[in-house]
C-alpha cells in the first residue's frame, strides 16, 4: 500500500460522554492521529445512517460512531438504537461491495479519554490498511434524476 496515504475519518460523538471523553484526552494531552474529525450529536442514536453514507461518498475513508455504554445513555435507551442502526450498516455496506471495516463503534464513557485516543488510533492503523476509499456508486445519495419519483401511494393510486 502507498505510505504516503493518509485516511480521513469521520467521527460522530455522543455529546453526554464520547465527546468529553474527547476532551478529556486533550486536555490530558493523550495523543492519537489527527485523520479524524469529530462531529458532535447530542446523542449517538440521533445518528442518520444516511450521514454514515453520506461521509462516505463525500471523501471519508471510514467513520467512528461513539457512544455512551449500553445502560448509561443520558436519553435511556437510544444507544440501542445506534447499536441496530450500526449492525444494519454493515450489512448495508456488505451488500453494497463495501468493507464493513470502514465503520466502527465505539462505546466511551466521559471518563475514558485514553481509551478512545486507543481506539482512534487502531481505526486509523485498519483504514491505512484497507486503502484509500472508492466508492462505487459516485452518485449523490438524492440525484436530481429521481427527486421528483413519489412512493405509490402518494401518488394517489395503491
Avoid at 435507551?77 to 468493507?99: A, S
Wanted: proline residues 8%; aromatic residues 8%; glycine residues 6%.
Amino acid at each position: 500500500m502507498n505510505d504516503t496515504f493518509e485516511p480521513v475519518i469521520i467521527g460522530f460523538t455522543c455529546n453526554w460522554c464520547s465527546y468529553r471523553a474527547a476532551d478529556l484526552a486533550g486536555t490530558a494531552r493523550v495523543k492519537y492521529p489527527p485523520n479524524i474529525r469529530l462531529i458532535r450529536l447530542m446523542c449517538s442514536g440521533r445518528l442518520d445512517p444516511t450521514f454514515v453514507l453520506k461521509a462516505l461518498t463525500s471523501g471519508a475513508d471510514g467513520v467512528l460512531i461513539t457512544g455512551c455504554h449500553p445502560g448509561e445513555c443520558h436519553y435511556l435507551e437510544q444507544n440501542y438504537k445506534t447499536l441496530r442502526r450500526y449492525l444494519m450498516l454493515r450489512r448495508v455496506l456488505t451488500q453494497m461491495g463495501i468493507e464493513p471495516e470502514r465503520i466502527k463503534l465505539v462505546w466511551a464513557s466521559a471518563a475514558e479519554g485514553v481509551k478512545l485516543a486507543q481506539e482512534i488510533t487502531d481505526m486509523v492503523e485498519q483504514i491505512r490498511a484497507l486503502g484509500p476509499f472508492k466508492s462505487r456508486y459516485p452518485l449523490p445519495l438524492n440525484p436530481p434524476e429521481v427527486a421528483h419519483v413519489q412512493p405509490t401511494a402518494e401518488r394517489g393510486t395503491a
